[in-house]
């Protein structure tokens, strides 16, 4: 039985009685989740694309004024990290800062550390896109996020159901329709099939019900 008192399935039963995660789980998790969308992002940037969300809008800007995209990061998520202290809470904010700091350490270490002299675009794109969204997806279970409109996505998912994958496509849409003013056409198509990927990750595995702890 439910809380509620309602029958539950075998499965339910078992994620019913999750264990939650304990502060080793968390420290962890948040660790592989920088590393997975730091190095996302390195690719993104090494292939000349950019992507969704924050790190799209970090890549953007570096595309712009030829900033690196590593101090970008927290710097265009000050107002969206605001936003998670209010509407998500102040432990989720506090989490979700550290952590646009840490990608942001984590892009400029993997940049120092992984010398790639020239990436596809169809590989960055895909594999970027990928490790990218893995990055966001373990965030968000360990309750954190990469701030941006990540932070915005899980709360309407949270308030209204709405699923954070799709609601991050939409935002991720109008980006790119500011991105196709500036860049070429096919680095624009390449983007997309790399937000793509990274929202995939999140229709397919970020369902409310799905994972408890």
């Known amino acids: 039985m439910s809380r509620d008192g309602t029958a539950l399935s075998p499965t339910a039963v078992t994620a019913d009685r999750a264990t939650p995660h304990n502060a080793l789980d968390d420290i962890y998790g948040l660790f592989i989740g920088v590393l997975f969308a730091a190095m996302g992002i390195s690719l993104l940037a090494k292939g000349g694309l950019i992507s969704g969300g924050i ?7 570096s595309r712009l004024t030829g900033w690196a995209p590593a101090p970008l990061v927290p710097l265009i998520n000050i107002p969206f990290i605001l936003f998670a202290f209010y509407a998500m809470g102040r432990f989720f904010g506090v989490k979700s800062l550290l952590v ?15 010398d790639v002299a020239r990436v596809h675009s169809g590989f960055a794109a895909i594999a970027g896109g990928t490790f990218l969204g893995m990055g966001i997806l373990c965030l968000a279970r360990h309750n954190a996020s990469m701030g941006g409109t990540g932070a915005l996505t899980l709360w309407i998912q949270r308030r209204y159901t709405f699923n954070a994958g799709i609601s991050q496509m939409i935002f991720d849409l109008a980006l790119f329709a500011v991105a196709a003013a ?9 983007s997309v099939l790399g937000t793509v990927a990274m929202n995939a990750m999140l229709v397919a595995w970020h369902k409310p019900g799905r994972y408890r702890g």
């Open 182 to 190: 500036f860049l070429p056409l096919s680095r624009v198509l390449w």
């Open 55 to 61: 790190a799209g809008m970090a890549l953007l800007a």
């Open 100 to 114: 646009s700091v840490a990608i942001g350490a984590g892009v400029s270490v993997i940049s120092a550390s992984l």
